[in-house]
Every structure is written in structure tokens, then in C-alpha cells.
């Protein structure tokens, strides 16, 4: 068996009564992109934000890339190569999408206790900028602020964030949220071109966006994961059809 | 900074620059005091603009730097000590060292939390003075000498001082537009607008911050080392809540988040105030107030933003 990347054990998290991450326990392998659907509720943007540190769980470990990574916090995580983008667009809205981009750089590039040089004529950073911007397809948009920016741009900018890290693991939190079918599929198409360059955790409710992009695919409901496995087999799973694909799923 | 933000500046720093010779040449010398007083003001008003501007920290006991700066250089100078180039340095590093405690604790909190602890901390300072008998207490204490620079100024001349203090105030400007726009200004920014953004791309703004909180504390100790030779008396009125809430104002009708926001604050306030309305009329805080509040509703970035613009 392959060496995972990510590797989630016992993973649990309750708010009150509400058990929103029972006993999870995941793989995700180097260079796979694997999606975890569920219905609203089943706690899929919980597990994400724990994986990211926002979160402390109750009980469980994370280790990435064969470190135990449970009690470091966000800053520390994004450092090691965890990246996550938000359900809820997060850009720096009075920010131009290449500032946005730049200072996604300038987190990974040492130290910010520079007080001199003016950071956005600082090639080092606006080049690397610049570039990841144009791969996302939003290189004609970098002087735009980023309030200004199209709903569905603002969501390309932020998968450019994540990208401008240099992951090692991009969790990506239902990157297609509140996008016109137009805008799904270009990001669909973008998103396959990282595919196997890229190790992605994506979670998704568009079923034609998981179906199209997934190695794996696991289940989650009421913050447990009922199956995983590879795509087909997930649609023929009995269990996943009864509790989440529904009658009309094929 | 703009390009028509860079011409703004250098035609107000201009004006203030007029101040002595129109003073001199219209009889009325009291003006250089008046404008003098205004720039100490607009020093302390960048320097809150830098945390509360720029970094989204609203911190609501700026006045107590002013108020360190000051004793800084009276408590020496009550010994003997009268050398500016050691008093206004330790000023600041005072001021600094204040700022880094109080920062140090503040900012781990944040929203109305941070308003009321950086408050508390202004109010414990405030009492501490009142407490120091040997130094005034309650009534403060007489500066007996301004401080002094070995020839190089003398501040006891009325210009040469006020020049100083538009120099310092051209130097808080300066330092305030380079760090803004450096890398640690773009990460202070970055949290002002979103935090949660600033962790998941692998900042912990904390340490930041913090330098930000104690670098604003220096510029505004050294704020409150030339209030003291200003009054030629220092007070533990310098520190009290109302002067942080002054300050403030003078940023927040300036226009937060530019550094000449706070300086046109700080003239119209102070003008308004000193000036213009008491001459005019006893309840002139009839006026103001309502002033005030007309400007926080109708001209959101202040009245900076109210002058025309082409771009931004």
C-alpha cells in the first residue's frame, strides 16, 4: 500500500450534543484527488477546518506527510504544505487579485519583519504572483480589486491562494459553491489539470464535478464516514444510495 | 500613497511650513503655539492611524504613550538630566516597552474586548501618575527646562521648536508610507481584512502585530516628549481617556487608513476646538458634536475622502 499523505485517525469532534465528526478516519494518498460528499449537515466543512487547524478536535490524530500535525495551529499547517480554500469566499476584498496572490507568496517566503522595500515592486513576489494568477485564468483581472471581482472570479482567486502556497495537499471546501453551470465546468477543467500533479482533498455537492474529478470518493453522514472506495463503486453502494444519492441517482 | 496623495501632503506640509512667517508678518505669534500644539496632536494621530488604520486595532488607550513619552522626559529632567538625545529616545523606547506589555496582552483578545483592555491598561497608567506623589501627583509637575540638544537646536525659540516638530512630523509620515507599503505593512493589512484568510495562507499575525502595536507606541511617546516641552508641564491629564478618545477622532474624521487622514484631522479638530467656536459662541460643543456625527455618517473615509480624486 502507498504511503499516505494525510492520515486521519479516530478523528472525533462534537458541538453539545451534536456529534459533527465521529470516529473519521481517512487516507488520502499522494497524488489522488479525493472527494467526501454528503448531505448538508454531515459535517464535511467540520473535518476540512480541523484538517486546516482552524479547529481543534476532541479526539483523534492528523499526521501529514508521516508527522503528527494534531496540535499545530493554521499558520503551522499552511507552512508544512495543508492548504484550504473556504466554502465562504475569504479574499482580502480591498486587495487587488494579484495583492491577494502576492501576499499568499510572501506567507512561504521567510520571514515579514522587512520594513524597507515596497512589497508590491518586490519581483520575488509579484512574479510568482503573476504567474499563478495566469493559470487560473485570471491574469487579465490582476489589477482588479478583488471586491470588484466576479463571484465566480473572487472563487478562482481563491484557488489561486491556495495554489501560490505551493501545497502539498489542497483542501478544497466546495470550491464550485454558488457558480453558474458555465463557471462549474471551467473550474471542473481547471481543477483536472492539477489533477495527479496535485494531491486534493475536494468536497463538493455537485456530483458531476466529484464524479468527473475523484480517484476515491468517501461518504459522510452525520459525521461518519459510511464508505469510500473508487467511483463506481461508491454509485453502487447500496448504503450510500439509501442514505445520500437518493432515488434518482444512476 | 498616490500620486495625488503625495501632492496633497507636500502642499498641507507646505502650508504648516508658512505658519511662523504669516504669524510674524500678521502680529499674532500665538498662531506658531496653536499649530505647533496641532502637529504634536497629528504625530500621535499617525501613529494611532498605523494600528487602528492599517491594522484594524482599535486601540482605545493611545493617549497613555503620550503620557509615558512625557514623564519620560519630565522624571529625568526633575533629575537633572535635560539632554534631548537622551531623553527623547528613552521616550520612545519607554513608550515602546509599554507598548509591547500592554500589545502583548491586548492582542490576544479582539473586538470589544481589545477596546476595553487597551482602555483598562491607558486608565491603570493614568492612576499610576496621579499616584506619584514625588512627581505632582494629581497636579502634575513643572518642566523646568525644555529639553536640550547640546546647541545643536534650542527649543526655547518659539520657531526653531515648531520647526522641529513639522520635521518629526514629516519623518512619522515618511516612516508611516514606507512601512505601510512594505512587506510587514502588507501583512498588518492583510489582517485587518481578514484574519481567517491571513492563518490558512500561513501568517500568524500575532508577532506582527505586535511590532506594529509597539512601533505606533515610540512615535507616539515621541509625541508625548514634545507635548511635555510644548507645555513646559506635564500631567497625568495627558494620559486621561478622554485625549485617547480624542485622537481617535482625529483619525476617524481624518480618513483611517491614509497617513495624511489623521494630520487634517488633527488640524480641523484642534482648529474647531481652540479656534474657531469657542470665539463664536460658549456652546460651541453644540456644534461640534453634531459636526462630528454628520461626518462619521456621511463621509465614511473621512474628510480626506471627500476631496476630489481621479484614481485609486
Redesign the interface.
Known amino acids: 500500500m502507498a504511503d499516505a499523505l494525510l492520515e486521519v485517525r479516530g478523528l472525533t469532534k462534537s458541538f453539545g450534543g451534536l456529534v459533527a465528526t465521529n470516529h473519521v478516519e481517512l487516507r488520502i494518498l499522494e497524488g489522488e484527488t479525493h472527494a467526501v460528499i454528503g448531505p448538508n449537515g454531515a459535517g464535511k466543512t467540520t473535518l476540512i477546518t480541523q484538517l486546516a487547524g482552524d479547529l481543534r478536535p476532541d479526539a483523534g490524530t492528523i499526521s501529514f506527510a508521516g508527522r503528527d500535525v494534531t496540535a499545530l495551529a493554521a499558520p503551522a499547517r499552511s507552512k508544512l504544505g495543508l492548504a484550504r480554500s473556504f466554502q465562504i469566499t475569504s479574499v482580502f476584498r480591498e486587495f487587488t487579485a494579484l495583492d491577494n496572490v502576492a501576499l499568499a507568496v510572501q506567507a512561504h517566503a521567510g520571514h515579514s519583519f522587512r520594513f524597507w522595500r515596497p512589497a508590491r515592486r518586490d519581483s520575488a513576489l509579484r512574479r510568482p504572483a503573476a504567474a499563478v494568477l495566469e493559470s487560473v485564468g485570471l491574469g487579465a483581472r490582476a489589477d482588479v480589486l478583488a471586491a470588484n471581482l466576479a463571484h465566480g472570479e473572487q472563487r478562482q482567486l481563491e484557488i489561486a491562494m491556495v495554489l501560490a502556497t505551493r501545497p502539498r495537499l489542497l483542501l478544497l471546501d466546495e470550491p464550485m459553491a454558488g457558480m453558474g453551470p458555465e463557471e462549474s465546468q471551467r473550474m471542473i477543467d481547471f481543477l483536472r489539470t492539477l489533477k495527479g500533479a496535485q494531491t486534493i482533498l475536494l468536497v463538493e455537492h455537485d456530483m458531476d464535478a466529484v464524479f468527473a474529478l475523484a480517484d476515491r470518493i468517501s461518504v459522510m453522514v452525520y459525521g461518519r464516514l459510511i464508505a469510500s472506495g473508487p467511483p463506481e463503486e461508491i454509485r453502487g453502494n447500496a448504503e450510500v444510495r439509501e442514505a445520500y444519492l437518493g432515488e434518482d441517482a444512476t | 500613497m498616490t500620486r495625488r496623495g503625495l501632492l496633497l501632503a507636500a502642499v498641507g506640509l507646505g502650508l504648516l511650513a508658512l505658519v511662523p512667517p504669516v504669524a510674524a508678518a500678521i502680529g499674532q505669534p500665538f498662531y506658531v503655539d496653536v499649530f505647533r500644539r496641532i502637529m504634536i496632536f497629528a504625530i500621535a494621530a499617525v501613529s494611532l492611524d498605523l494600528i487602528l488604520g492599517y491594522g484594524g486595532m482599535v486601540s482605545f488607550g493611545h493617549a497613555a504613550y503620550l503620557g509615558v513619552g512625557a514623564y519620560a522626559v519630565g522624571i529625568p529632567a526633575y533629575y537633572g538630566i535635560e539632554n534631548g538625545f537622551v531623553q527623547w529616545p528613552l521616550a520612545m523606547l519607554a513608550s515602546a516597552a509599554a507598548a509591547l506589555v500592554i500589545g502583548a496582552i491586548s492582542l490576544r483578545t479582539s473586538g470589544v474586548s481589545f477596546i476595553m483592555i487597551t482602555l483598562a491598561f491607558a486608565q491603570m497608567l493614568f492612576y499610576l501618575a496621579i499616584s506619584m506623589e514625588l512627581f505632582g501627583g494629581d497636579d502634575g509637575m513643572r518642566l523646568a527646562r525644555r529639553s536640550a540638544f547640546a546647541g545643536v537646536v534650542d527649543l526655547k525659540n518659539g520657531t526653531t521648536f515648531y520647526y522641529v516638530v513639522l520635521v518629526l512630523l514629516v519623518g512619522a509620515l515618511a516612516i508611516g508610507h514606507?512601512?505601510v507599503?512594505?512587506?510587514?505593512?502588507?501583512?498588518i493589512?492583510?489582517a485587518k481584512?481578514?484574519e481567517?484568510?491571513?492563518?490558512?495562507?500561513?501568517?500568524?499575525t500575532f508577532p506582527?502585530k505586535l511590532?506594529a502595536f509597539m512601533i505606533a507606541g515610540a512615535m507616539c511617546g515621541l509625541a508625548g516628549a514634545l507635548l511635555v516641552n510644548h507645555t513646559d508641564y506635564m500631567s497625568p491629564a495627558f494620559m486621561h481617556w478622554t485625549r485617547s478618545g480624542d485622537i481617535m477622532f482625529m483619525v476617524i474624521l481624518g480618513g483611517m487608513g491614509t497617513l495624511s487622514g489623521p494630520v487634517l484631522g488633527a488640524v480641523v479638530l484642534r482648529v474647531l476646538e481652540d479656534l474657531l467656536l469657542p470665539a463664536w459662541t460658549e456652546h460651541w460643543q453644540a456644534i461640534l458634536g453634531p459636526f462630528l456625527v454628520l461626518v462619521v455618517i456621511f463621509a465614511k473615509r473621512g474628510l480626506i475622502g471627500l476631496l476630489p480624486e481621479r484614481n485609486d
Open positions: 514606507v512601512l507599503n512594505s512587506r510587514f505593512g502588507m501583512v493589512r492583510g481584512s481578514n481567517s484568510r491571513m492563518r490558512a495562507i500561513g501568517f500568524s506582527y511590532v
